[in-house]
């Protein structure tokens, strides 16, 4: 695996009060039979990108790149990251068909039709419309068929996570990782001060891909943690990041520290979810049991 000499960087911890519409990339409503128009909406809109011009438009090459790497490996969500930071470096129909396509790939079939559909509406070239027209008909097919989408696990998603910077090893030159990665912290840092959660998540992942630091790691998990208050995902790289504490490059004393903190917060949501959640249940149970004795 390529080992960038980089500086350890200053972790993101999230600012307060999101700034965009946002729905945790794996959230239910993303798989909905009709979902919102705010969805496509938000699949539409651009994340938050450091940067010049110039910068931006050699880095969504490296991006995308790295992107097909990570589908044909079959990590199809760090290819949707890997294609999302694309999309926001350069706002092309090609990264965002090839974003909308990974979305495909995680079962998000009703979204991608309204997303396909839409995009056909636009200026595409004739090799992006025979794209979106080929994706098309084939998620009308699956739909019509029967088929049962594929849903990927918070345990999966933690695995694919942890295995990308494996994927990703020795495919640019080091000058060429070292700039990307750069751009990739500044890109993350950017949209978090922007309170982009969204897109930082999608930047820190990828930083952590490139780099393996801890700190694009724990930087990541924090961006979950200001899109879900309970994420197991989350709760997962604080624990990992936990366990390397006996390592000899291992987290220093303050990274450890914020993820025993974080870890004990994600922890503490999630018995709260869990107590609303059975209070719920035992709710519903009652007045069915009701209407059975009436």
Partial sequence: MLTLHIPRGEVAVGEDDAAFPHTPRLAPLWFDA????????????????????????????????????????????????????????????????????????????????????????????????????????????????????????????????????????????????????????????????????EAAQAWFDCAWALSAALADLLSSANMRLKLEPASAVAAAAYGHVLSLSAAQEGPTEKELAMARQRLEHVQSQQQQQERAESISEAADASVSYGKNVD
């Avoid at 969504?60 to 990590?75: E, P, Y």
């Avoid at 965002?96 to 309204?114: E, Y």
């Fill in 34 to 197: 009709e979902p919102a128009a705010e969805l496509i909406e938000q699949c539409l809109r651009r994340g938050t990108c450091a940067g010049t011009e110039s910068e931006r438009e050699w880095l969504a090459q490296k991006l995308t790149l790295l992107g097909h790497s990570a589908n044909d490996a079959g990590q199809h969500l760090m290819a949707h990251s890997w294609f999302e930071c694309a999309y926001a470096a350069r706002g092309s129909m090609t990264e965002l068909l090839s974003s909308a396509n990974m979305r495909f790939k995680l079962g998000q079939w009703h979204l991608v039709k309204q997303l396909y559909a839409h995009v056909c509406t636009v200026e595409l070239t004739e090799a992006q419309r025979a794209m979106a027209q080929r994706k098309s008909a084939e998620v009308n097919d699956l739909l019509t068929s029967g088929t049962t989408p594929p849903r990927i696990s918070p345990a999966e998603e933690h695995r694919q996570l942890l295995d990308a910077p494996r994927t990703v090893a020795s495919l640019l030159p080091e000058a060429d990782a070292m700039a990307v990665h750069k751009m990739l912290r500044a890109s993350g840092h950017a949209a978090n001060r922007a309170r982009d959660f």
